[in-house]
């Protein structure tokens, strides 16, 4: 196996528990025997996915005089999360309307009675009494965006040609997933990859709208495998399949009912990759046509079971520290496990983990 085992990354998305794909992404690019082919990301994994990409092209900007790109990457993604917490931290300077969006997404909240929680719960409220975005926040004020556009200098990484990048978003007319990459990926694409349509405007990119990513891929996994050379995929999960206890408060069951939504296309594209793994085994598929695709996965777990709904929406400078802290430690420990079988065989049960128990026999 070559020294560098090629691998496309998948990120999903989940508010500021994005911090443990931050430490995941921190340790593999640290321990330099990966090299990240693709990354495709939603929401809050596409911001990880555009902070490490602007690393490689500030390198590549750079040239043979420039930095180590893997270290460029590792320090791109740590000024990100940085400015989020500093943000966070100022959010007393930024009015009612400018902070309530942005603590929903990156910002401060202490719990069931904080400003943030407090904000998101009226909005919901107003949602079912047919308030809109568009009446509640008429003038689309998203301080997140202007952040990003800081942060990231999109016209470098339309000419980076390793890693590429897959920012995903749904299509609000029909409902199906857009990928945008190359020239196409924008700041717009970023925030339209995290527009819940209940909290925020559609975005309008091209002359069509757009929603967040998670409904239509959490993350997309299909522009991985069609667009790059490698078997191995790599998703970094943040949201759980399986919860045990029933949800019984209001605020358990919208936590719930959002992770289920979100993991839906997860789930989708996990059967589609199983059914032509079989028909291949089966002789019935030619793998020289069709990708036999290798699965592997880092899974917060229990470990972000462990920290309540509410911390997706806080950029606590300490929790922050923390979940980069379990990031780094899960995917040192799949390293250690895994690494052997990249480019070998796949490491998750893909029937197991993702599938129900009406599979079908095929004739």
Known sequence: MNAKAPINLALQGGGSHGAFSWGVLDALLEDGRIAIEGI???????????????????????????????????????????????MGALGNTLSEAQRAPFAFLFGPCAGANSPASLWVNAMNSFWSSALSPYQANPFDINPLRSFVAEQ???????????????????????????????????????MASACLPTLFKAVEIEGDHFWDGGYSGNP?????????????????QINPIRREELPTTSAQIMDRLNEVTFNAGLIAEMRAIDFVQRLIKEGKLDPAQYKDVLMHRIDGGEALDAFAAS???????????????????HAKSWLGRHYEALGQKSTVNIKQDYLDDMRLPMR
Not at 64 to 70: A, E, K, V
Not at 163 to 184: H, Y
Not at 220 to 236: K, S
């Open 40 to 86: 495709s990301g939603t929401s809050a994994g596409a911001m990880n996915a555009v902070a490490l990409a602007h690393g490689f092209a500030q390198a590549q900007a750079q040239g043979r005089r420039g930095s180590d790109p893997r270290e460029a990457a590792r320090a791109s993604l740590r000024k990100f999360w940085d400015g989020i917490v500093a």
């Open 152 to 190: 990231i200098n999109f016209e470098a990484l339309a000419r980076l040609a390793a890693p590429k990048v897959f920012v995903v978003a749904t299509r609000v007319r029909n409902g199906k997933a857009e990928v945008f990459s190359g020239k196409r990926l924008s700041v717009d694409a970023v």
């Open 220 to 236: 997309a996994i299909h522009p991985l495998i069609y667009n790059c050379q490698g078997r191995d995929i790599l998703l970094v």
């Open 311 to 329: 911390t997706k929406s806080s950029t606590e400078a300490g929790l922050i520290a923390t979940l980069h802290q379990l990031g780094r430690q």
